[in-house]
């Protein structure tokens, strides 16, 4: 019964922004790592953010820190990517992730340790 839903991508200009939702069913995210991959056309599917609901821990990936900003609605059970100044190479499929933790230093990096998933996002970022 666990599900994820992303929706908000979209086709996006240079520098533009755009803001992803996750929204998580039938557990609650206090106890979920929650993350953010995405994945271009012939390449690995990497990590963006992570969000350790347990101590409210977030991370970036280097390449999108200072742009990106993952946050929380407890009330609405959602996670969002807001996503600034993108760029040509952010764009690919968008997914969120979550894998159950009771540590709140918990934020695994590759996709292989995530055991939930959404359907995914496109998000184009072309002139």
């Known amino acids: 019964q666990l599900q994820l839903v992303e929706s908000g991508g979209g086709l996006v200009q240079p520098g533009g922004s755009l803001r992803l939702s996750c929204v998580a069913s039938?557990?609650?995210?206090?106890?979920?790592?929650i993350a953010w991959f995405r994945q271009a056309p012939g390449k690995e599917r990497e990590g963006v953010s992570w969000?350790?609901?347990?101590?409210?821990?977030?991370s970036y990936a280097d390449s999108v820190k200072g742009r990106f900003t993952i946050s929380i609605d407890n009330v609405k059970n959602t996670i969002y990517l807001l996503m600034n100044n993108l760029k040509p190479e952010d764009a690919g499929i968008y997914y969120c992730?979550?894998?159950?933790?009771?540590?709140?230093?918990?934020?695994?990096?590759?996709?292989?340790?995530?055991?939930?998933w959404g359907q995914g996002t496109q998000v184009t970022v072309s002139s």
């Open positions: 992730a979550a894998v159950f933790t009771s540590d709140g230093n918990y934020a695994p990096i590759s996709h292989r340790d995530y055991d939930y």
């Open positions: 969000f350790n609901g347990r101590r409210g821990f977030s």
């Open positions: 039938g557990f609650t995210l206090d106890y979920y790592v």
